[in-house]
């Protein structure tokens, strides 16, 4: 991992737009100043359940995921998360700033780090700034609950489908993509075995809705996949 000053250019800052719009010139100027920089390796963990954080992290390049360890050591992905997407928002008012999830990279990926007692220092100064940064965190807060509700709603061919989609249209943005996650964690992603999530995707071949070469998928049947999401 590799920690870096990152000068803004406030006129470009896509950030800015996202959740700083309210700062006033000077506050966002302190901002930057205050951020830092770090690249991951694919596989790193960025923080762990239980750890203290200290920062408002988003991503700016890359694949992160979100997940949950048991203490009987069962893994749970709450979601995968691109660019400009991935905020440490569920866990930074909470008293004790105490993360009750896990985040790693999933492919090379560049993350930047505000000091969260600067943030807190802007809510108590900023009204419109503190507003506007409660409104992302239940935004964010809906966006998590409403894909758990929707995914765990359907079967498994159902359930498998969507994520195929979701990678296709959310994540790729294109038919022809590489899996990002193993068999196994797509069964932790959508709650179900790592054996029904092979046999699942070993049907869809079969029937000719997807292409599997190793790693990569070509969704063939985007119309009947939608179908069996939509209706599974």
């Known amino acids: 991992m590799n920690e870096v000053k990152y ?18 010139s000077e506050e966002f100027q302190e901002v930057c100043r205050s951020k830092t920089q770090k690249s991951f390796k694919k596989g790193q963990v960025v923080f ?9 992290i988003y991503l700016k390049s890359g694949l992160v995921k979100y997940y949950y360890s048991t203490n009987e050591g069962k893994v749970n992905i709450i979601s995968l998360s691109i660019p400009f997407d991935a ?26 780090y505000i000091p969260l007692s600067l943030i807190k220092n802007l809510i108590h100064i900023n009204g419109d700034f503190a507003l506007d940064f409660i409104s992302k965190l239940i935004e964010t807060s809906n ?33 022809i993509f590489e899996l990002p996650v193993s068999r196994k964690e797509i069964a932790e992603i959508i709650g ?28 063939l049947e985007k119309e009947r996949l939608s179908k069996i999401s939509q209706y599974g």
Not at 95 to 112: A, F
Not at 145 to 171: C, P, W
């Open 7 to 24: 000068v803004c250019d406030c006129k470009e800052c896509i950030i800015r737009n996202l959740i700083f719009k309210h700062l006033r």
């Open 48 to 56: 762990e359940k239980g750890q203290l954080l200290e920062h408002l």
């Open 87 to 112: 905020f440490s928002l569920l866990t930074i008012l909470h008293n004790e700033q105490i993360s009750i999830y896990s985040m790693s990279v999933l492919e090379d990926s560049t993350l930047c």
């Open 143 to 175: 966006k998590t609950i409403e894909q758990f509700l929707t995914l765990h709603n359907k079967n498994l061919r159902g359930r498998v489908a969507y994520f195929m989609l979701y990678l296709s249209d959310n994540i790729y943005k294109k038919n």
């Open 192 to 219: 179900m075995t790592t054996e029904n999530v092979i046999r699942t995707l070993s049907e869809f071949r079969k029937e000719k809705i997807i292409k599997i070469n190793g790693k990569e998928i070509e969704i």
